[in-house]
């Protein structure tokens, strides 16, 4: 029976929170449950530190022991490789093969959840939700008054997260986004 060889392993583009499928190629009889690593890295690894690459730097960390992986924020920004070593049904192992993906982790898209107001004390507010998509950047804040009528109307200056009332606000509603 032919020894067990991994010929080929890529790791296509990522991005935060989307599961990485490696493309793979196996030859050698039937393909057992091989070894699969994952790790991240801040600096693109290649040639020999990429073949050693459990042992590469102190930049490099473990981040997964299965097929798949999905990365997560601390991934966002580094490079993510994939440490196989091809496995026949038998048990015989073949010589491991180490991809690194070709461009960073890119972080998902900005999207805010769950926004709801607190009051801090009477007649001051406070907004905030739940972030996901990347570390999150100078996001934009606006308060506005919702009349009675149900028009809305954006308040100007109002663009932090906190918001004291003012007397143009009485009779209204007030919106947080």
């Known amino acids: 029976m032919p020894e067990p060889l991994g010929v080929k392993l890529v790791i296509p583009d990522c991005c935060e ?9 196996y030859f050698g ?3 057992g449950d091989g070894e699969y690593i994952w790790y991240r890295t801040k600096n693109k690894l290649h040639g020999s530190a990429l073949l050693d690459i459990s042992n590469a730097s102190e930049d490099v960390f473990l981040c997964g022991i299965t097929e798949k992986y999905t990365p997560s924020l601390e991934d966002v920004g580094t490079y993510l490789a994939l440490y196989w070593l091809p496995t026949r049904v038998d048990g015989k192992h073949g010589k491991p093969l180490v991809s690194v993906c ?15 107001v607190k009051e801090l004390s009477p007649g001051t507010y406070f907004g ?7 570390y999150e950047g100078p996001s934009l804040f606006s308060w ?27 009779n209204c509603r007030l919106l947080f986004g």
Not at 17 to 24: A, I, N, Y
Not at 102 to 116: E, F, G, M, R, T
Not at 148 to 166: H, Q
């Open 17 to 25: 929170d989307k599961l990485v499928v490696p493309q793979k190629t």
């Open 29 to 31: 009889g039937q393909e």
């Open 102 to 116: 070709d461009s960073p982790v890119i972080p998902a898209l900005p999207v805010v959840s769950n926004v709801h």
């Open 128 to 134: 905030e939700g739940e972030y996901f998509g990347g």
């Open 144 to 170: 506005y008054r919702e009349t009675n009528e149900g028009t809305i109307i954006l308040i100007n200056g109002a663009n932090s997260r906190t918001y004291k009332v003012t007397d143009s606000d009485y």
